[in-house]
């Protein structure tokens, strides 16, 4: 929970905001695909922010608009901020793929059947290579270290891609002898 901590914090810092404006910038962005992080999440993660002096709220009405509540960090956030910057620069890098539960499961199930498990993994795979490479083409626009986590997505997709390939023969070739 620390990432998201830190996602909702710095997204804050940069801009005051609404919950819902930090749940439409992290759409935007497909911080879900490299966070876990859902719509009720963020909302949850606000208050808690908030009820641990994180996060100051301040109610606003524009015109005929309903009111809104616009966060923004107290000294408090600020330092839990750069404390959190440290501490996840400082951790051991896990990488959590869902299909390696799939993967490890594999002997439990018929021949046919891991066939079509490896061949769902492996569409998956160019499933999210093509939207990376989409997403890629349209936000040109986008900042030097959005443009750059892009890449470092597309990057892993290219090389689990391969991975998946090299796996399904080696498999497949073990599963025959």
């Known amino acids: 929970m620390a990432a998201i901590d830190l996602i909702v914090l710095g997204m804050i810092k940069k801009k005051p905001q609404s919950a819902y404006e930090l749940q439409k910038n992290i759409e935007y962005r497909n911080i879900s695909r490299w966070v876990k992080i859902s719509t009720p999440s963020i909302y949850k993660k606000v208050i808690k922010l908030e009820e641990k002096g994180y996060l100051i709220s301040e109610t606003q009405k524009n015109g005929k608009m309903p009111e809104k509540t616009i966060y923004s960090l107290t000294e408090s956030g ?7 910057m440290e501490e996840n620069a400082d951790k051991v890098v896990n990488i959590f793929l869902d299909f390696n539960a799939v993967i490890m499961n594999m002997d439990l199930v018929s021949d046919d059947f891991k066939d079509i ?10 499933d999210l290579k093509s939207i990376l490479e989409l997403n890629k083409q349209e936000k040109q626009n986008i900042p030097i270290i959005g443009k ?3 890449q470092q997505q597309y990057d892993i ?9 090299k796996f399904k023969k080696e498999y497949r070739g073990d599963k025959h002898e």
């Open 148 to 150: 750059n986590i892009l």
């Open 117 to 126: 498990l490896l061949d769902k993994i492996e569409l998956r795979l160019d």
């Open 157 to 165: 997709a290219i090389i689990l891609r391969e991975w998946i390939e």
């Open 78 to 84: 600020e330092e839990k901020f750069l404390s959190l």
